[in-house]
């Protein structure tokens, strides 16, 4: 399923997670030269523990007899000709030798109290093992013949900084006299044994401490560092300056770094904080961690690699560890590779990654079989690149993305009467190519219609017939406009001529602007944007206008006919229809709610479309079947579609629907127009809305503050007039220096201004601002 | 049909791991291995980098956008165990708030609904959830789920602010609700919700038989019924519904995948699901009227990806 670089390597001994513990915080940790024993040195802690195979056994105990700070190490080395040999650090200043063939209890050799402060480090040089180098926090490193037991060098660099590790450089050949220095200050330093006085070589590497460096084993310039500023860096040391290879940045400051042997690319490393793990970095990719380890509890202090899958670490936590690679924690096969998102209008966004080495790992493992030297695998944990696509579902007529804006746009709901609204509506749906949603306008136009009822039923239906059927053939251009002209004809027709269908009917359209006009003067004679109010408001002030245009239009008078319509909603009883077809009718509408697709490709359609034409019509059919239709609209996410129905609607259905339910879908459709920036469309249906908790949404934030045009401070007064702080008229005009009571303008800028007339007159003139304040106001 | 509208260069040099949009589409935050995260304006379909923000200390792993009433706000979490919440003023990106509690990788982030103010719940992977809020002052509050998923957990969404049981409830309004759902290296899907300042553990889903991957809250229908979508490295994606009245959930598999689901996301309007696999393919799902999902769009293979041949040749 997936494949990833494991390095996995056929294990010839069983290696296991193996841990013991120190009793004590560990600070440092070294083997012995067949690595069958190691030391392990702390503050409280100087032992030597024996590596078995099925675990690590206590041997000697080297903290024994007068304990003074001698014991306390900070570091710990073991002389690697001769077994018997070890080195530590003190705290104190001292550096110890040790030597495990005394006869006493106490194996101490000699005690060298050359430093001043505590001892960092001390390390054998790697051909010499008499050369014992030391470097401690009083900023010298001193030379000691183990044999003469005496400082036969000191090398003071000119800073007096701490110097934090030292190591020898292990390549013979050139770097028999090498070794590198890393110091409080961040720098590293490059000093011959020859040459006590200074340095070879100096560079900045770190802001901060640099607390740890390793030559690379194999690349005998490289030398890898590493600091509290978190990095660590792999330099190339014979190029001048300094060319840093490689860097790795970690999560947390780091303590200690190793080469990973036999890898070139790798390295582990610990944290001086916070990371308890030891993290394995390949070069190649150096912003996860190849492979991670855990095992302690605190964080760890030193790593000494065994071999190339197995090393060992001692932690503040007191416990030595041997880790495997078998049991290493791989965070880069757990990254999600992808990521994805889809936009308002459809669009997907979409970044994958190449699965790390996939093809390449398999290469190589086939040729890790027939050649005898192993590719660097290493290499393989190369950075992973990701590519991004953006996907658009347009024209995909499923989704319901598309028209999503044009019908919030277009959609009428209010201002006119019923049958004139869903009938907009549906052909707005149809245009759009939204045949579902269109049907169900149109029956709802025919389930509520209420005026001359059979009369207008039968001709209703006929128009919407044939229209469905056009939809059904997949009318695109000619029979779409076909089936509107045939629309219209049939409503010309049937005297109605209410259709809005924009261009055909231009008088309908000049109604709704001008009673648009009047409906906004309405409101702001009542405030608060109260349609009830205003639908009383609006027939006696516009009704010579419409009593001149056309009865039909009489259907405009609707809105406060409705209410007459919920009483008889309540008195039409089902026993005064036909049983049967009442059922008839009703399953049918139910299926097709539910389907979502009134079909009008469905023969029962035409029943449908046939029983009022017999039938007495109910004038409510079902109220239930249409809160479902809403309902259904709403699960399928087309919370537009039902907040639209549920506005024309109004009192018809309105009862019957829960409010929590419906403030529910106000409130998801109002915040689905925010996400299309519909600001106005969602101030209509603010507006619109009856139900108390929504439409008091646009009174919300609709305070202006003001400040003084003297003192710019708030005014919080009563009165908006008076600045309280300066005790100012705030409306004075700038030119006349009078009061104005009327229009005030001003400028943004400088916050001066008057009579509108005068700013006038003075800005047909001037640039600047009246007063004098230097501002050149923009007035246009 | 699902076509390629244009592809980005994100210039990121290590593996992208989560793309976001913010509100209005208008802007787009990716975020990748290489500690960085680039906010890019994809306005009229180009798409220029405005920022590029730097302050990871290692990978950073998934994004979250405020809601647009908190300003240009985006939050991040990452490997380096922080959540960063980032800041636009004047066009300018910084910090505004970095928590480092978490003991482990921080794996998911996510935004509350505006309604609950700025709040933000972590997912990570020392098997915590935090939950952050911005008391309004410039500082933040946090409060920890402790033990949510055993091993880690991987992904947090919220559900919608919606009254819960609005159809049954006449009586008094209750105050709504805070939940969320999370999933976890457990293989579990708990939803958790807040009853007196305490985040407390609500249900547990057992579905799944890996690593739960990502957990996506379906948005408010306007309906007392709940749907969670879960995807998981055992390939499969779980839709989870409740439908408002009990406390009983509901589970129906969408499909086996052929590889690890990674991403389940849902759109805005419409209930659509995109869901995004090892496969390298997104695909679109949808709901039929009789309540089957049926994948609705799958990007176009020939599109959808880079052929072979082009990839050896990066």
Partial sequence: ?780 | MVSVLNTIDTAHEDMVHDAQLDYYGTKLATCSSDRSIKVFDVRNGQQTLISDLTGHEGPVWQLAWAHPMFGSTLASCGYDRKVIIWKETNGTWAKLYEYSNHDSSVNSVAFAPHEFGLLLACGSSDGTISILSSTGDGTWDSKKINNAHSIGCNAVSWAPAVTPNALFDTGNRPPTVKRIVSGGCDNLVKIWREEDGQWIEEQKLEGHSDWVRDVAWAPSIGLPKSIIATCSQDCRVIIWTNDGTSNTWSSKVLQKFNDVVWHVSWSITGNILAVSGGDNKVSLWKESTEGQWVCISDVNKGQGQISEGQRTLQ
């Fill in chain 1, 1 to 780: 399923m997936q494949q990833f670089v494991h390095d996995k390597v056929n294990y010839t001994k069983p290696e296991h997670h193996m841990s013991f513990n120190c009793e004590g915080p560990a600070n440092a940790l070294a083997l012995n030269k067949d690595a069958t024993m190691c030391v392990v040195a702390g503050r409280t802690v100087f032992r030597i523990v024996g590596i078995e195979d099925h675990g690590f056994v206590d041997r000697i105990n080297l903290r024994v007899g007068k304990i003074n700070l001698n014991y306390c190490a900070a570091d710990v080395a073991w002389n690697h000709h001769d077994e018997n040999i070890l080195a530590s650090a003190a705290t104190n200043g001292s550096v110890v030798i040790w030597n495990l063939n005394k006869p006493n209890r106490s194996k101490q050799e000699c005690v060298l109290t050359d430093h001043k402060r505590t001892v960092n480090r001390v390390i054998f040089h790697k051909a010499d093992a008499s050369i014992l180098l030391s470097g401690s926090q009083d900023g010298t490193m001193k030379l000691f013949d183990i044999r003469k037991h005496a400082v036969s060098l000191t090398f003071t660099g000119k800073m007096s900084e701490s110097v934090r590790d030292i190591q020898f450089c292990p390549h013979i050949g050139s770097g028999y006299f090498m070794f590198a220095a890393a110091y409080d200050n961040g720098n590293i330093q490059l000093w011959d044994m020859r040459r006590q006085d200074r340095c070879i070589k100096q560079f900045p590497a770190h802001t901060g401490p640099a607390f740890s460096l390793d030559w690379h084993p194999e690349e005998k310039d490289w030398l890898a560092t590493a600091g509290r500023d978190k990095m660590i860096k792999v330099w190339d040391t014979t190029q001048n300056p300094e060319r840093m290879i490689k860097s790795v940045q970690t999560i947390a400051s780091v303590a200690r770094v190793k080469w990973r042997p036999q890898r070139k690319l790798h390295l582990a490393s610990a944290s001086l904080l916070l990371d308890h793990h030891v993290n394995v970095w390949a070069l190649g990719r150096p912003y996860i961690p190849f492979a991670t380890f855990d095992g302690h509890k605190d964080v760890v202090s030193s790593i000494v690699w065994l071999d190339t899958h197995i090393f060992f670490t001692c932690g503040k936590d007191g416990y030595l560890v041997q880790h495997s690679f078998k049991d290493a924690k791989r965070p880069a096969d757990s990254v999600i590779p992808s990521g994805v998102d889809m936009d308002l209008f459809g669009h997907v966004s979409h970044a994958f990654g190449e699965r790390t080495g996939f093809k390449k790992a398999s290469q190589a493992g086939r040729s890790f079989l027939f050649f005898s030297k192993a590719p660097d695998k290493g290499d393989l944990f190369t950075e992973s690149r990701s590519d991004m696509y953006v996907h658009t579902t347009k024209h995909n007529l499923t989704l319901p993305f598309e028209g999503f804006i044009e019908s919030a746009k277009r959609y009428k709901l209010s201002n006119s009467s019923f049958d004139a609204l869903c009938d907009h509506n549906a052909d707005v749906a149809r245009r759009l190519n939204r045949p579902k949603v269109s049907s169900c306008w149109s029956v709802l136009h025919v389930l509520f219609c209420n005026k001359h009822l059979s009369h207008s039923i039968t001709s209703r239906t006929n128009s919407v017939a044939p229209n469905d059927k056009q939809d059904n053939n997949k009318g695109t251009g000619k029979s779409q406009l076909n089936s509107t002209q045939d629309m219209n004809k049939v409503n010309v027709k049937d005297s109605t001529s209410d259709d809005s269908d924009g261009e055909s009917s231009e008088l309908d359209n000049k109604l709704l602007v001008d009673s648009g006009l009047l409906y906004q003067q309405a409101d702001f004679f009542f405030g608060d944007g109260e349609t009830d109010g205003l639908d009383y408001d609006n027939p006696t002030s516009s009704f010579d206008m419409l009593t001149k245009v056309d009865d039909d239009l009489l259907d405009y008078k609707l809105p406060y006919e409705a209410i007459q319509v919920r009483h008889e909603l309540k008195t039409v009883s089902p026993e005064d229809l036909e049983a049967g077809h009442q059922t008839l009718v009703g399953e049918q509408k139910h299926n097709n709610m539910t389907d979502n697709q009134i079909s009008p490709s469905e023969p029962e359609d035409e029943n449908i479309i046939s029983i009022p034409s017999k039938l007495d019509i109910p004038r409510i059919s079902q109220p239930q079947i249409v809160v479902d239709m809403l309902k259904t609209f709403a699960q399928q996410g087309d919370i537009q579609s039902t907040v639209s129905m549920l506005i024309v609607l109004g009192d018809k259905i309105r009862q019957y629907i829960d409010e929590e339910v419906q403030e529910a879908w106000f409130q998801s459709y109002i915040e689905i127009l925010g996400y299309y920036e519909l600001w106005t469309v969602s101030a209509e249906i603010i507006k619109l809305c009856h139900i108390g908790q929504v439409s008091s949404l646009n009174q919300q934030s609709t305070t202006i503050h003001t400040y003084c045009s003297q003192c710019s401070r708030q005014i919080l007064g009563k009165v908006g007039w008076l600045c309280e702080k300066c005790k100012s008229v705030t409306n004075s005009c700038s030119i006349c220096h009078l009061p104005v009571r009327h229009m005030y303008i001003w400028c943004q800028g400088c916050c001066h201004g008057g009579h509108i007339d005068h700013i006038k007159d003075w800005f047909a003139v001037n640039n600047e601002c009246p007063t004098g304040c230097g501002h050149m106001c923009q007035y246009t």
